[in-house]
């Protein structure tokens, strides 16, 4: 049984910063990509960022050059750190592994960003 534990949520004002981190336990093996995805309320999850293949990262338009995605496969953890954020990034951000030929899901971390 794969499970996802993520941390690193919580409330910061805008222009700040936050960490996540997802870390899988369980049989993991062939890891094809991880990443992270978010859901605002009334609105449909989003992908934030992805690592795929160990090497090609994806950015969603609405964070590139504030946010940055990292893995450690030898850990089965990705991070991300988001740097200047907004009250438009406020959400419940869910890591996602695609791994052992499935789709795992955490069971997500809430961010706020208010002042």
């Known amino acids: 049984q794969v499970q996802l534990v993520e941390s690193g949520g919580g409330l910061v004002q805008p222009g700040g910063s936050l960490s996540l981190s997802c870390a899988a336990s369980g049989s993991i093996f062939s890891i094809k990509a991880m990443g992270w995805y978010r859901q605002a309320p009334g609105k449909e999850r989003e992908l934030v960022a992805t690592i795929s293949g160990g090497r090609t990262i994806n950015y969603a338009d609405s964070v590139k050059g504030r946010f940055t995605i990292s893995g450690d496969n030898a850990k089965n953890t990705v991070y991300l750190q988001m740097n200047s954020l907004k009250p438009e990034d406020t959400a419940v951000y869910y890591c996602?592994?695609?791994?052992?030929?499935?789709?795992?899901w955490g069971q997500g971390t809430q961010v706020t960003v208010s002042s």
């Open positions: 996602n592994f695609e791994a052992n030929w499935s789709t795992y």
